[in-house]
């Protein structure tokens, strides 16, 4: 067999893994986990509230523990792996990620809307003056085409990038779909590229082989696929799945499994599944995060969650729009559409 290249895994079941509990992690839960994923070789662990640092809110929830709490007992449980966290401009400041830096994080993801990277501009500078290293992220990445993916992230690289990754928020893309965006990223950057997939049509693995047969380098993972609504790629099938292509991770699958045990006994009510709900979230392109939200608005409304994901995707809601759900739901039962 041909040698292939290595592929970094990051970890981001400390953050995005946050959505399904409400943003309820304790820090013996947050130290436990770290230090398990740690153990087997990890190399980068993403920590903190579902929507980054600096966005614990009435409007996306309140997380249990401050930034400064989880990121401090993530730090000291790490002994080799990065520290890495995500923000959004809107959401978290400069002086947040002063912060962050100052306990510790070693990688700041600055995320925005897959059209958006303008906003990123100030945010990535920042992050290389503190000496971090400065990654772009952007969401909900199936609504732009790969042309435009590709002219994005050249903008964010501009800005100070040192590495660029899409995002599959709604768990929308095919195979085919990863290969051509990823492609013509790859083509128009030179830093790494990286993929982050979700699973409500439950292609999330294959999504991350195929994103890695075009060029990307980083692959997101969650134990069990700790994450929002279907969740996320799941780790120790992903790592497996790679070394069965041949692909190095430097992790040792033995103890990434009894991570994952760890993880799903410790960390969620039970691990993702794709019901009905998640599935036509990724139908319909609307990012997995709302299916909380959706369910609760579509309760105390009297309408059918399916149909109210459907109207979501009509008007295009992307994440950060949740008070569009409440909005949405009622329209529909004053349209007589309920359950």
């Given at each position: 067999?041909?040698?292939q290249p290595p592929v970094t895994v990051h970890d981001p079941t400390l953050r995005d893994g946050q959505h399904a509990v409400r943003h309820q992690l304790d820090r013996e839960q947050i130290r436990a986990y770290a230090a398990a994923v740690d153990a ?268 109210l994901f459907v109207e979501l995707g009509r008007r295009r809601a992307i994440a950060g729009q949740e008070d569009l759900i409440p909005d949405a739901a009622r329209g529909l039962a004053a349209q007589g559409a309920s359950r």
């Open positions: 067999m041909t040698a087997a070789g990890v190399p980068v662990v993403e920590v903190g509230h579902g929507n980054g640092i600096g966005a614990s809110s009435v409007q996306v929830g309140r997380s249990k523990l401050s930034d400064d709490e989880m990121l401090a007992t993530a730090r000291e449980a790490l002994t080799r792996a990065r520290l890495a966290t995500l923000m959004l401009p809107g959401w978290a400041t400069t002086a947040d990620l002063r912060n962050a830096v100052h306990h510790g994080v070693d990688v700041v993801r600055v995320a925005a809307h897959c059209t958006e990277a303008t906003v990123t501009e100030r945010h990535l500078g920042v992050i290389r003056d503190l000496g971090a290293e400065a990654q772009g992220v952007l969401l909900m990445s199936h609504m732009a085409d790969a042309g435009d993916l590709a002219e994005q992230c050249a903008l964010m690289v501009s800005y100070g990038a040192q590495a660029v990754c899409i995002f599959d928020s709604a768990g929308y893309y095919l195979p085919a779909d990863v290969t051509d965006r990823i492609a013509a990223i790859t083509a128009a950057v030179d830093v790494p590229v990286a993929f982050h997939g979700h699973n409500n049509l439950g292609m999330a693995v294959a999504n991350s082989v195929a994103a890695v047969q075009a060029g990307a380098r980083t692959i997101d993972a969650c134990a069990r696929g700790f994450g929002a609504g279907a969740g996320n790629t799941q780790l120790e099938v992903l790592v497996a799945v790679l070394e069965r292509y041949g692909h190095q991770t430097g992790i040792d699958l033995r103890r990434l499994a009894e991570a994952a045990d760890l993880a799903e006994k410790t960390l969620m009510p039970a691990p993702p599944t794709i019901d009905s709900t998640s599935l036509v979230s990724g139908l319909a392109g609307v990012f997995s995060g709302f299916k909380k939200p959706v369910l609760a608005a579509a309760e105390q409304e009297g309408v059918r969650p399916w149909d």
